[in-house]
C-alpha cells in the first residue's frame, strides 16, 4: 500500500489518555489516512520511555475511524431523561447548537453566577486524573473568564483515585503523586501499587532496568497483578489491612533495631521528631515567641526549634520549666515543669503494640515474613551512604514504600500514607536518592516546580494552604456542592484541583438525601452542567443510582466522542476533533505523575495529524466560540495571553505574542503564539520556533538536572523540616472542625473526625464496610468475600471502552471482562472456568464469566476496569461486570479527606446453564 500511495508522512504528537503521560509518538499517514501509531526515535534521547507509547495509544487509530463516533452536533428530543428514555438525539447545525449552550450560558450569567444556595449556577465535570486538559485546548481560558464554577460531581477521578496520596503526600513533601526513585532504588514495598500496568512506559523501563541492577520489589496485594508476577516476591495480605502491615514495619525499625540503626541526622535537622510534646498531646512551646520547643543536647535545655548551634535530642523525655501549648482555637495553656517528650519518642512509645506477631492475624501475613521485610528495607537503606549528582553530594537511601491506588483511599489510608512516609523519614529515604519522592504538585503553586511551592511557614514547617477552621473564617455556607472548603481543610482553595478532590460522593448523594442534622443550606442542582470525558455513570460508585440522579440536571452539555452513560441524558453533545485530528501544546518532562522524571524539560505539540470526521471541530474552536456566542471573548483572549491555556504567558521579558483581545483568534494563531513564547521562555530567549516548526519537530527540550527530583536539598536551602512523625497541625484542624460543626448543630461528620489524630492508631478498617452491610439490613455471612478492583494495561479506564480493537488484546489477559476466583474457592461453590456466575453485594448483583486462578487469595474476588456498559457503543456489547455496579456511595465508607476505596462485600455463584 506504501509502494502505491501518493503521499505517505509520519507526523509526531502525544498520548496522554492516561496520567501517565505524555508519551511521545509518530502517527503514519497514508494518503491522509492515519493507519498506524508508530514509536517517535527522535524522542529516545529526552523521553524516559525512549520516544515510545503503551499498547493504549495504537488504539487511536481505530479511535478516529469508529463509525460509532458523533459526527455532528446533536440535540436531545426527548424531554423524559432516565437510562429507559431514548434520548432521541438528533443531528443539528453546529450554529444551533453553540446557540442553544450559549443561550442557557447567558441566561445564568444574568441572573448571577451563584445560584441561591450560594452555589456555582454552572458545573463542569472532567474525568480521568486531570488527563482532558491536555484535550480542551484553550477551554481552561474560557472557564478563567467565566468565574465560579462547580467542580464537584466527580467521576471517580479525586475520591476513588490516589485521593489521601494527594493530600498527605503534598502536605508532608509536595507529592502530589510519589514514586520509588526507581533508578537508584535497591528495594521497594510496593502495597498495591500495580506500576508495571499503571505507570506507562517511563514506568516500565525504569523498572526493567532497575531489575536488571538486580532491585527486589516486594508486591504486597491480595491478588498477584502482572506487577506481581514482575517482583521478586508477592505477599497476598488481607484487603484494607495494609496499615496495621504498616505499623508493625515501623515497630521493627523503632523497637527492634532502635534510633542508633536509624538516620539520626536527618530525623533530628529534617523532621520535627525533636519537637517537645506536652502531656496533653500538644507541642511545648516557648512562652515569648510560640515556637516549639526542642531539647538542645549541647547546653541541656530547653529551647526553640530553629536556635542556631543547637543540637536538639531525637528521642527522650525532658523537664521543662517554663512552656505554653496553643490548642485549637489559639487557646494558650501555660506549663511549669513540664516533661516534654520528643516527637520521636512519642512515636517509639505508640509503636510498641503494633508488633509484627500483633500484625499476623490482621493481615494474614505471617510475623517472621513482616519482620524480614522491614529489616531487608533498613539493611538496603544503607543509611550513610552517598552518591554524587550534577557534581553535588547527596544521601543515597534507595528504598521506598509505594502505595497503589486502593489503599490510598478511604479509611486506612491516611494510616497508610502516613506510616509509608515515616517509614522513609526513619532512614532518611524521603525526597533523597533512591528513595521516596513526590512527582508534582497541584494543590500548590507554582504548578510546573514543586520547590517552588516550597516557603517557609509556621513551626519551621512549609506553608500549608488549608481551609480555615477557625469561628471567624470557617466556610459555615458550602460554596460548591461536594463542601470541599466546609468539611475538608487539607484539600486547600487552589482552584479547580481542590473543588475536584473534595468529598464527591457527598455532592451526588445529597442530592436525595441529607442527614438528618443538616443545617446548611439544601444544596441545589447546577442548572448547567457540562461534561467532558469522564462518565460518572460506569466510573464512580452505585452507579445505577448516580444515573438517575444525572438525569435529574436540567440543562447538561457534553462535549462527546460517542453516546455514553452519562451523556445519554443530555441536552446537547458537541462532538470533537479528537486525539489525531486536533491541535493543541502542552508541557512535557519535568517531574509528573506516575513516574515520569526526566532529565530534560520542555513541551510538545499535539496536532492535527488527519482531517476530523464528520463535522466534529477542534476544542478551541468550540470554545473560542462559546466565548463569543457568551460575550467573553475579550476576558477569555486575556485568560491566553496570561498562558491560562498555554503553556507561558503569552507576553513577557523581552517577548510579545499576545493576542488582540478584540478579535476572535483561530486556533492555529493561538498555537503559534503559545509556540513561540513556550520556546523563547524555556530557551531564555535563545531560540524562537513557531507552529510550523513543531509540525515538523513535534516537541523542544532544554535540559534539567536530577538534582530537581529531590526535593530535601531546596529543604535544606530554606532550613525546613517535614511535619513527621507527630500531626499536631491535623490533630487541631480536626478538633477545631468538630467545634464548628457541632456550633453548627450538625454530628453527621463525627466519625470523619475520629481520623483527626497526631499518631494515628489502627482502628478495625475492614470491619467498617462489615458494619455498613448489617446497617442497611444485610447479613454479613451472607456477604463473605471481597471484591477488588484492578486496572489492565489495555485500558485507560473507561475512556477506550468503546475501541473494539482494545477489547481483542484485552482478552489475552486471564480474567478480562470477567471475575477472577481463586480456583479452590471456586471448586468449593461448584464453579468451574467460564461459568458464568452472580456476584452479588447488599445493593445489586454484576454478572460475568469466572477465571479461575491460583494467584489471588481464597477470600477475594477481582473484577478488572470499570465495565457494565448499557450505551456506549460496542462497550455494552461485551456483558463485562463491573464492582462500581454493585459497590455503594456511603458517608460511612467515607474518610475524614472525603475519599473511598473500590471495594466491596459480595456472595459469589454459578448461574444455572441456560437451555
Ligand atoms: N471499577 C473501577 N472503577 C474505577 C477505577 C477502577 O480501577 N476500577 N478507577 C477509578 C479512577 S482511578 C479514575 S481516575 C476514574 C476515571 O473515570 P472517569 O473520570 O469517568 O474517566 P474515563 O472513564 O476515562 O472517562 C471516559 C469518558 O470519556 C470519553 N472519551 C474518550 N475519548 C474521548 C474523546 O476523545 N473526546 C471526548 N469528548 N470524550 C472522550 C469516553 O467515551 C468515556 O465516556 O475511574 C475510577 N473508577
Ligand atoms: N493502564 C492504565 N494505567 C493507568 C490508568 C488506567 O486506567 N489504565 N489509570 C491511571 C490512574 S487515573 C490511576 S489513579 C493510576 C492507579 O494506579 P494503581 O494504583 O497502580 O492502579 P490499580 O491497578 O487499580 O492498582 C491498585 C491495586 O490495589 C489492589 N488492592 C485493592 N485493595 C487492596 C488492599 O486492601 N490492599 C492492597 N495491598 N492492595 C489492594 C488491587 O488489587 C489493585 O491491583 O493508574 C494510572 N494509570
Ligand atoms: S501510558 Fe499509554 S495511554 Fe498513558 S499516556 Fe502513555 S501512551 Fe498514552
Ligand atoms: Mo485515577
Known amino acids: 500500500m506504501e509502494a502505491q500511495a501518493k503521499s505517505v508522512k509520519r507526523v509526531p504528537t502525544y498520548c496522554y489518555n492516561c496520567v501517565s503521560g505524555p508519551d511521545l509518538m509518530n502517527i503514519k499517514v497514508v494518503d491522509g489516512i492515519a493507519t498506524e501509531v508508530e514509536p517517535n526515535f527522535a524522542a529516545a534521547d529526552v523521553h524516559p520511555a525512549k520516544g515510545r507509547v503503551c499498547v493504549k495509544a495504537y488504539g487511536l487509530v481505530q479511535k478516529t475511524y469508529n463509525p460509532n463516533r458523533i459526527q455532528t452536533p446533536m440535540k436531545r428530543t426527548n424531554p423524559k431523561k432516565g437510562r429507559n428514555e431514548d434520548p432521541g438525539f438528533v443531528p443539528i447545525s453546529w450554529d444551533e447548537a453553540l446557540d442553544i449552550v450559549a443561550g442557557k450560558l447567558k441566561a445564568v450569567r444574568a441572573k448571577g453566577l451563584l445560584d441561591e444556595a450560594g452555589l456555582p449556577r454552572v458545573a463542569v465535570s472532567l474525568g480521568h486524573g486531570g488527563t482532558p486538559s491536555n484535550y480542551m485546548g484553550t477551554f481552561p481560558a ?316 509556621d513551626d519551621g514547617f512549609m506553608v500549608q494552604y488549608f481551609n480555615p477552621t477557625t469561628k471567624e473564617e470557617w466556610q459555615a455556607a458550602p460554596s460548591t456542592r461536594n463542601l470541599h472548603q466546609t468539611l475538608v481543610p487539607i484539600v486547600g482553595h487552589n482552584g479547580a484541583w481542590s473543588q475536584a478532590l473534595g468529598p464527591t460522593q457527598l455532592a451526588w448523594m445529597f442530592q436525595g438525601e441529607r442527614p438528618d442534622d443538616w443545617t446548611m443550606p439544601m444544596p441545589t442542582l447546577p442548572e448547567v452542567w457540562l461534561v467532558y470525558r469522564s462518565n460518572p455513570s460506569i466510573s464512580f460508585w452505585d452507579t445505577r443510582h448516580l444515573a438517575e440522579i444525572a438525569a435529574k440536571f436540567p440543562f447538561m452539555a457534553c462535549v462527546a466522542y460517542t453516546v455514553d452513560e452519562t451523556n445519554y441524558m443530555a441536552d446537547v453533545l458537541l462532538p470533537e476533533a479528537t486525539d489525531l485530528e486536533s491541535t493543541q501544546m502542552i508541557r512535557m518532562g519535568g517531574t509528573k505523575y506516575m513516574e515520569q522524571f526526566w532529565d530534560h524539560r520542555g513541551v510538545v505539540l499535539r496536532q492535527k495529524a488527519v482531517e476530523p470526521q464528520g463535522e466534529a471541530r477542534d476544542f478551541t474552536w468550540i470554545t473560542t466560540e462559546l466565548a463569543k456566542r457568551t460575550g467573553l471573548l475579550e476576558p477569555y483572549v486575556n485568560a491566553i495571553n496570561k498562558g491560562v491555556s498555554g503553556v507561558s504567558p503569552l507576553k513577557g521579558e523581552g517577548y510579545d505574542f499576545s493576542l488582540d483581545t478584540a478579535v476572535e483568534p483561530a486556533p492555529e494563531k493561538i498555537w503559534d503564539a503559545v509556540c513561540r513564547a513556550a520556546t523563547v521562555t524555556l530557551s531564555e530567549g535563545r531560540e524562537e520556533h513557531d507552529l510550523e516548526w513543531f509540525r515538523e519537530h513535534g516537541f523542544y527540550t532544554v535540559p534539567m538536572s536530577r538534582l530537581d527530583w529531590y526535593l530535601t536539598p531546596t529543604m535544606e536551602k530554606h532550613g525546613l523540616r517535614y511535619e513527621l512523625p507527630y500531626q499536631e497541625r491535623l490533630l487541631l484542624a480536626g478538633r477545631e472542625l468538630g467545634r464548628r460543626l457541632h456550633e453548627s448543630k450538625m454530628n453527621w ?75 479452590k474457592t471456586a471448586a468449593s461453590l461448584g464453579i468451574a472456568e467460564g461459568d458464568r456466575v452472580e456476584v452479588r453485594s447488599h445493593i445489586g448483583a454484576t454478572y460475568g464469566k469466572a477465571a479461575l486462578a491460583q494467584g489471588v487469595r481464597p477470600d477475594t474476588l477481582v473484577i478488572i476496569g470499570q465495565f457494565d456498559h448499557w450505551a456506549t457503543p460496542f462497550a455494552k456489547t461485551m456483558e463485562a461486570p463491573s464492582l462500581n455496579s454493585i459497590a455503594p456511595m456511603s458517608l460511612d465508607l467515607t474518610d475524614a479527606t472525603g475519599s473511598g476505596a473500590d471495594i466491596v462485600r459480595v456472595s459469589v455463584r454459578r448461574m444455572e446453564a441456560s437451555a
Not at 286 to 301: F, H, I
Not at 327 to 334: G, L, S
Not at 784 to 804: C, D, R, V
Open 749 to 823: 461528620w463525627d466519625e470523619q473526625l475520629s481520623e483527626y489524630t497526631a499518631l494515628p492508631e489502627w482502628h478495625d478498617v475492614p470491619g467498617r464496610w462489615i458494619r455498613n452491610l448489617e446497617k442497611s439490613g444485610a447479613r454479613a455471612e451472607d456477604f463473605p468475600f471481597w471484591l477488588l478492583t484492578t486496572k489492565s494495561m489495555q485500558y485507560h479506564a473507561g475512556g477506550n471502552a468503546a475501541i473494539e480493537v482494545m477489547h481483542e488484546v484485552a482478552q489475552n489477559l486471564r480474567g478480562h471482562a470477567g471475575v477472577i476466583i481463586n480456583a
Open 142 to 457: 474560557f472557564l478563567a473568564a467565566w468565574g465560579e464554577v462547580d467542580f464537584s460531581f466527580g467521576s471517580g477521578q479525586g475520591v476513588k483515585c490516589v485521593h489521601s496520596e494527594h493530600l498527605y503526600g503534598e502536605f508532608w513533601h509536595r507529592g502530589f503523586t510519589v514514586a520509588a526513585d526507581t533508578p537508584n532504588c535497591r528495594y521497594n514495598i510496593a502495597v498495591g501499587a500495580n506500576v508495571d500496568v499503571t505507570g506507562g512506559p517511563c514506568a516500565v523501563i525504569r523498572h526493567a532496568d532497575a531489575r536488571v541492577r538486580g532491585y527486589k520489589r516486594v508486591q504486597v496485594e491480595p491478588h498477584l497483578t502482572a506487577t506481581g508476577a514482575c517482583s521478586a516476591e508477592w505477599v497476598p495480605i488481607r484487603p484494607k489491612t495494609d496499615p496495621a502491615f504498616l505499623f508493625a514495619l515501623i515497630h521493627v525499625l523503632v523497637r527492634e533495631n532502635g534510633l542508633e540503626k536509624l538516620d539520626i541526622p536527618f530525623l533530628r535537622d529534617r523532621t520535627a521528631s525533636p519537637y517537645l510534646v506536652a502531656p496533653d498531646g500538644l507541642y511545648l512551646r516557648d512562652p515569648q515567641n510560640g515556637k516549639p520547643l526542642v531539647w538542645d543536647e549541647t547546653t541541656a535545655s530547653a529551647v526553640p526549634h530553629d536556635t542556631p548551634g543547637a543540637r536538639p535530642a531525637v528521642a527522650g523525655a525532658y523537664r521543662v520549666a517554663h512552656a505554653v501549648v496553643v490548642d485549637a482555637d489559639k487557646e494558650r495553656r501555660e506549663y511549669a515543669d513540664v516533661e516534654g517528650k520528643t516527637a520521636y519518642e512519642m512515636l517509639a512509645r505508640h509503636i510498641d503494640k503494633y508488633t509484627p506477631e500483633w500484625a499476623e492475624s490482621i493481615c494474614d501475613v505471617k510475623a517472621e515474613t513482616i519482620r524480614r521485610i522491614a529489616n531487608e528495607y533498613l539493611a538496603a537503606a544503607g543509611i550513610g551512604e552517598t552518591i554524587e549528582i550534577d557534581g553535588k553530594t547527596l544521601p543515597l537511601r534507595p528504598v521506598a514504600v509505594t502505595l497503589g491506588k486502593s489503599v490510598n483511599n478511604g479509611w486506612g489510608a491516611y494510616e497508610c500514607c502516613w506510616a509509608r512516609t515515616v517509614l522513609a523519614a526513619l532512614v532518611g529515604a524521603l525526597e533523597n536518592p533512591g528513595g521516596l519522592v513526590g512527582t508534582t504538585v497541584r494543590l500548590n503553586k507554582s504548578r510546573d516546580n514543586r520547590h517552588l511551592s516550597v516557603k517557609p511557614g
